[in-house]
């Protein structure tokens, strides 16, 4: 590459920066003030650019395009206000991981306002006036409407050092990011101080999107393509941090500029395709930062979040009336298939509610018990799903030692990344595990000649004795049973009370003599297994397999199944698991609208019953037992 | 020999010497009392002991063995049991399973992950509440308890891996004055039967003068005093550091009068 062609390339990276930065910025804002990690800000961005495209489509495209971008944003901080009074404002006293349900449950319903209003198709806006055409830089074509971004990242951060440094109301958000309790001790009405961090954090959001509306289409995959590049800018640059979150978008924005520029490259007779790893290089320099310094690059070790959950009850065996109800369930799931001979499909979806459930379960054993929340959890379903396919296919085993072998690699994979996720918690552990899930996916994605990439495997049948969808339903609900009531022994067992001791006072299990990396350790290869074989009985249902199956996507079902039947429960992660794959397919049947509906079953159980499912069950038979 | 040997121990923060050349010795069957105004270095000198911190300089020996260098876990299977100033339990377990944790790890059986960790030693645990009075609310979850009761059951769970030495970081801080009495009894019966040394730091003063053999008393990192309560009672530096010199406010206040 010309020494013209890389400065080219590296101003490209600084236009790229400039809109990730305003994004990540108004993320760190919205997490540091209020605590809550806003999955919806992919929205926000997205909303941004499909409001720029409707408003300039009203209001022409003469010298009108530069207001109505400016209303788009107002009008993305004004929904954001909107969702702040109206939803959040209601769960600030709910445990971290409900909020984030919640604004899951937000990703869903924009997702479809928007394919409401403005359809399914990409729209593409037009050039800004007077900056549509380009310059030329060291002999090459450089658009100019990039120079104007360029200017916009550093302006906006000097801008908000401004508010943020010469305020009041900038001294009472720091304070707020500081120390909450404090602040609200000396008087400050913190409703409204949260109102407005979400809404300018929103806007930020929606200038962001608005400014890309000349660079690229609105389109619907917007949301979560954003959200994950600003997870990655706001990690990477630590938490909270304005200047961190600008200097880590420079950082990323400009490493994958240079990922395209370089191009394929040929060392020691071997290609490097370094445009490949634009998927992924993001995600390797925030394992890389978060290995070396654990709290981002400008972070700071967060103080102790003080609205966490109450107390966890302890574990007691299950009472004999829940013994009955689980076996008379057990017997029902084994009649099913005669019950339902007329309609074959019953089968069929109960192995997927089966698989969802053995794979919910194993994510709640590290989450629940175990503390760690991880949101790349569908490395290990489809890891094993992988496995499972390749050693048929391309290791020509017979299917049932692929069944068998396929977790050990999950396990496998889960001891490498697990060895680097124990040493970081909370939001950080979240970040990394996500970031570990990405590297897979994109291997996988990208990988043709092994992994079928996005394609994925075909092919991938059970042998002949559980070709019938009766008899691999037996088979699956056998090792699903088996796996679930392994985890539930572990639980029970000296390992499972080690790492509940490591969750509830590492200082105090520390003091009597536990490693509690060692055992987070051990618990997050365990689930990985458990995930493993899940991801291996799913292959072998389906006949085939594709990246989805181990995309951000599958990881976010898990926890949503997970929430939506309680972390405190052990019966939780069935009952989740159950409600969601059955609530997505019969939703998904009926109408177009989908995920707005899912997404607002999950608001109001978010709002109805804070404990999940489970929980809430659990309690209303407490109460009933103790009135008695 | 004494049961643990503090020699010159020194650790800074920054340009702040929290923990200045101390040294110290604590014998086995002794309830040894580090006392000293807020700021004086005794929960620093606390977390050097147990390996929570690393000193600068110095050397820590339990029973000829060197402490520095090793894990807070390492030290606790050495012999060294701890109480944390803010009562440090497992909510989500009950008082027994609490007691039940400690003795799965002392028996090195963490990683098993077959049997009932409930079943685990049961009466043993239930001996070791007794103890300490907390064997009526065993099965009660440790988050529901009084924070008196959950001083004792902390105390429970670091006898349970029988120490030689007991560090316990103001061990009654947040009890009413009826239970401290009772816990500082029960520390001293232990002492007596089973040879334990113990080092404690307390701001009661009650609780002190009554039932420490010997005081230490630290200010600013050092160490200025040693010796019995009355001795350390008459110490001038003592009384110094404790009801001031008289000299902070010199000729001037004197003036305003």
Redesign the interface.
């Known amino acids: 590459m010309t020494l013209s062609g890389l400065l080219v390339q590296l101003l490209n990276g600084l236009a790229g920066a400039s809109s990730l930065f305003l994004v990540a910025a108004g993320l760190s804002l919205i997490f540091g003030v209020t605590r809550i990690v806003n999955f919806a800000h992919g929205s926000f961005f997205m909303l941004g650019v499909y409001l720029a495209y409707a408003l300039v489509d009203r209001l022409g495209t003469g010298l009108a395009f530069w207001p109505a971008l400016g209303l788009a944003a107002l009008a993305v901080g004004a929904i954001g206000a909107l969702v702040e009074v109206v939803l959040l404002r209601r769960i600030y006293r709910a445990p971290e991981l409900f909020q984030l349900l919640a604004t899951f449950a937000l990703v869903l319903v924009i997702k479809d306002v928007a394919l409401y209003l403005w359809g399914a198709e990409d729209l593409l806006g037009p050039r800004a006036p007077g900056l549509g055409g380009s310059v030329e830089i060291l002999g090459r074509r450089f658009p100019s409407y990039d120079l104007l971004l360029i200017v916009v990242g550093p302006l906006v951060l000097a801008l908000l050092w401004l508010l943020l440094t010469r305020t009041r109301w900038g001294t009472l958000v720091r304070a707020a990011t500081q120390d909450r309790g404090m602040v609200a001790a000396l008087g400050v009405n913190q409703a409204w101080l949260f109102t407005g961090v979400f809404a300018l954090g929103s806007m930020l959001a929606g200038l962001g999107g608005a400014l890309q509306l000349p660079r690229e289409p609105a389109s619907l995959a917007l949301d979560l393509l954003t959200i994950g590049d600003a997870f990655v800018v706001v990690v990477v640059g630590g938490m909270g941090s304005i200047p961190g979150a600008f200097v880590a978008a420079l950082l990323i924005a400009e490493i994958k500029a240079i990922c395209v520029g370089i191009g394929t490259v040929n060392w020691f007779g071997i290609d490097f395709a370094f445009s490949k790893l634009t998927l992924v290089v993001e995600f390797l320099v925030m394992a890389l930062v978060l290995v070396l310094r654990p709290w981002g690059l400008m972070g700071k070790p967060q103080a102790l979040s003080r609205n966490t959950a109450?107390?966890?009850?302890?574990?007691r065996p299950a009472p004999r009336l829940l013994r009955w109800a689980a076996a008379l369930f057990l017997a029902g799931l084994v009649l099913l298939p005669f019950v339902t001979a007329d309609s074959p499909y019953v089968t069929v979806l109960a192995i997927d509610l089966l698989t969802a459930a053995l794979f919910a379960a194993s994510l709640h054993f590290i989450m629940g018990p175990g503390g760690m929340h991880s949101f790349g959890h569908a490395a290990y379903f489809g890891l094993g799903a992988y496995a499972a396919a390749l050693l048929m296919l391309r290791a020509a085993l017979p299917m049932e030692v692929a069944l068998l072998v396929a977790p050990l690699v999950a396990a496998a994979g889960a001891l490498v990344f697990g060895w680097f996720c124990v040493r970081l918690s909370g939001v950080y552990l979240a970040m990394l595990t996500l970031a570990f899930a990405q590297i897979v996916w994109s291997v996988v994605f990208q990988w043709d000649e092994f992994t079928g990439g996005s394609n994925g495997l075909t092919g991938v049948w059970p042998s002949e004795w559980l070709a019938d969808k009766r008899s691999y339903y037996f088979a699956t609900l056998a090792l699903v049973v088996l796996g679930v009531l392994a985890l539930r022994?572990?639980l029970?067992?000296?390992?499972?009370?080690?790492m509940?001791?490591g969750?509830?006072?590492p200082?105090?299990?520390?003091?009597?003599?536990?490693?509690v990396p060692r055992?987070q350790w051990?618990a997050f290869v365990l689930a990985a297994l458990v995930a493993g074989l899940a991801g291996a009985l799913f292959a072998f249902s389906k006949g085939s397999i594709s990246p989805d199956s181990m995309g951000v996507g599958k990881s976010v079902d898990g926890l949503v199944m997970v929430l939506l039947g309680g972390v405190q429960a052990l019966s939780g992660p069935i009952a989740g698991a159950v409600t969601f794959t059955w609530l997505q397919d019969s939703v998904a049947r009926s109408t177009e609208y989908w995920r707005a509906m899912l997404g607002g079953i999950i608001l109001l159980l978010v709002l109805a019953f804070p404990q999940g499912i489970a929980g809430f069950v659990g309690h209303w038979l407490e109460r009933r037992g103790t009135n008695r | 020999m004494s049961l643990l040997e503090v020699q010159g121990l020194g650790k800074s923060f920054g340009g702040v010497r929290a923990v200045d050349s101390v040294s110290f010795e604590v014998a086995a069957g002794e309830l040894l009392a580090m006392i000293g105004p807020n700021g004086a270095g005794k929960s620093t000198t606390f977390n050097l002991v147990?390996g929570q911190l690393r000193p600068d300089a110095g050397s820590i020996t339990l029973d000829g063995q060197e402490l520095i260098g090793r894990?807070?876990?390492e030290i606790?299977?050495m012999g060294v049991g701890?109480t944390?100033q803010i009562a440090?339990?497992?909510?989500?377990?009950?008082v027994i399973?609490n007691v039940?944790?400690?003795l799965?790890?002392?028996d090195a059986?963490?990683?098993?992950?077959?049997?009932?960790?409930?079943d685990?030693k049961r009466d043993e645990a239930l001996a070791l509440l007794a103890q300490v009075g907390m064997a009526p609310q065993a099965e009660r979850?440790c988050?529901v308890l009084a924070y008196g009761d959950v001083k004792r059951v902390?105390l429970a769970?670091a006898l349970?891996?029988r120490p030689r030495l007991l560090l316990m970081d103001e061990p009654t801080a947040g009890m009413a004055p009826a239970e401290r009495n009772d816990l500082m009894t029960l520390t001293k019966r232990l002492v007596l039967e089973r040879g334990l040394g113990v080092l404690f730091t307390e701001h009661s003063m009650d609780v002190v003068f009554a039932h420490a053999d010997r005081l230490i008393v630290l200010a600013r990192g050092r160490l200025i005093a040693e010796g019995t309560a009355d001795e350390v009672r008459d110490h001038p530096k003592v009384q110094e550091v404790y009801f001031g010199s008289g000299r902070t406010f010199g000729k001037k206040a004197g003036g305003v009068r």
């Open positions: 109450a107390a966890e009850a302890p574990l022994r572990v029970f067992s000296p390992f499972g009370f080690a509940r001791a969750r509830d006072s200082l105090r299990a520390d003091a009597i003599g536990i490693d055992v051990l | 147990n894990k807070p876990r606790w299977k701890r944390f440090a339990t497992f909510a989500s377990l009950t399973e039940q944790m400690a799965i790890s002392a059986r963490l990683y098993s992950m077959f049997g009932r960790a409930a685990h979850p988050s902390e769970i349970a891996n």
